[in-house]
């Protein structure tokens, strides 16, 4: 008797019996799970295609959230998906409202139409005293009070005292020329525009003030040292400017004269001795007459002219022009 066979019969695979075949959906299960099986412990699957995280899911789907607000240079834009423009500068200025300017004097708008050659565009020095001149013609158009204020701010307008630096002479009521501004209201008045200008500007105007100066002295009809004695205050700084007019005029002085002694030296004509120094004849011609001038005219000022200097250095603070009253305080308008 024979022993059976141990090992399991051979069956074939192909006639082993089919189960039922899975539909498309387990199909696709079975996919993703063996995905997520060959992928590395520990790594999150990548998120499908416009899916949102699930945190922000929950935090759009919350009713309580409030809205962003948008970032910094993306503000809300208009209708046609501009963004609104911040309005410039210079138009807010624009629409600021305009300062009120100063009212006109009724008294000096009154004097304008009495005497358009005196109070109107153009002005000039007015003789001492017009304050009871005006006063005599027109007692019932003007109150003695504020004809003071309105002559107080005429005579220390800038206008005014132009016209006063100028060396312009006074006038009467009727537009006449009369006496010439004396040396020491043409002094002042320099001075007290140079300060005006001074407070308007960073530029240095002391050249311009030490010329004007220099021009003032040469037109006052004085030598040097009367002027300076005239104009002499306690005003150091001012002093120092007629001490450096002075000396610009003495250093020109200076040349004259040794132009003079050149051509008295050389025995020459005034033509042939300006082609010899390259200079114009008629330049040659006025620099020697004035260098004449000067040395024949006195060292020592007139006694008149020193009385008017010793009464001027007793009140060194006087008003730079007296066609105003003395005792008016107006303040100054340009």
Same mark, same amino acid.
């Given at each position: 008797m024979t022993d059976a066979p141990t090992t399991a019969p051979k069956t074939n695979s192909r006639n082993k019996p089919r189960g039922p075949r899975p539909d498309l959906a387990s199909q696709l299960q079975q996919l993703r799970g063996g995905a997520d099986a060959t992928q590395e412990p520990g790594a999150e699957a990548a998120p499908a295609a416009g899916a949102r995280p699930e945190g922000q899911a929950q935090r759009d789907n919350n009713p309580r959230?409030?809205?962003?607000?948008?970032?910094?240079?993306?503000?809300?834009?208009?209708?046609?998906?501009?963004?609104?423009?911040?309005?410039?500068?210079?138009?807010?200025?624009?629409?600021?409202?305009?300062?009120?300017?100063r009212k006109a004097s009724p008294v000096l708008e009154r004097l304008f139409e009495l005497y358009p050659q005196l109070f109107g565009a153009r002005f000039v020095p007015l003789k001492l005293g017009v304050y009871e001149d005006l006063l005599a013609r027109h007692p019932e158009d003007f109150k003695t009070e504020d004809l003071k204020v309105a002559m107080g701010q005429h005579a220390r307008s800038t206008r005014y005292l132009e016209s006063v630096a100028a060396g312009h002479p006074r006038h009467d009521l009727d537009g006449n020329a009369l006496d010439p501004v004396a040396p020491e209201h043409v002094h002042h008045a320099i001075l007290e525009l140079h300060r005006r200008r001074s407070q308007r500007t960073e530029e240095d105007l002391r050249p311009q003030l030490v010329t004007r100066i220099a021009r003032a002295i040469e037109n006052s009809g004085l030598d040097r040292e009367a002027y300076a004695v005239l104009v002499r205050s306690r005003? =150091?700084?001012?002093? #120092?400017?007629?001490?450096?007019?002075? !000396?610009?005029? *003495?250093?020109?002085? %200076?040349?004259? &004269? /040794?132009?003079?002694?050149?051509?008295?030296?050389?025995?020459?004509?005034?033509?042939?001795?300006?082609?010899?120094?390259?200079?114009?004849?008629?330049?040659?011609?006025?620099?020697?007459?004035?260098?004449?001038?000067?040395? =024949?005219?006195?060292? #020592?000022?007139?006694?008149?002219?020193? !009385?008017?200097? *010793?009464?001027?250095? %007793?009140?060194? &603070? /006087?008003t730079p022009d007296a066609a105003a009253p003395a005792s008016e305080a107006a303040p100054s308008a340009d």
């Open positions: 959230r409030k809205p962003q607000r948008p970032q910094r240079g993306q503000g809300p834009r208009g209708p046609q998906g501009a963004a609104p423009q911040r309005q410039p500068q210079a138009q807010a200025q624009q629409q600021q409202p305009a300062r009120a300017q005003d =150091e700084k001012a002093n #120092a400017v007629v001490d450096e007019a002075l !000396a610009e005029l *003495a250093a020109q002085a %200076a040349k004259r &004269e /040794a132009l003079l002694r050149a051509f008295e030296a050389s025995g020459r004509g005034e033509q042939e001795f300006a082609d010899m120094y390259g200079m114009k004849p008629g330049e040659v011609t006025r620099t020697l007459q004035r260098a004449r001038k000067e040395r =024949e005219a006195p060292m #020592a000022a007139p006694a008149p002219v020193v !009385a008017a200097q *010793a009464e001027t250095v %007793a009140a060194p &603070e /006087a």
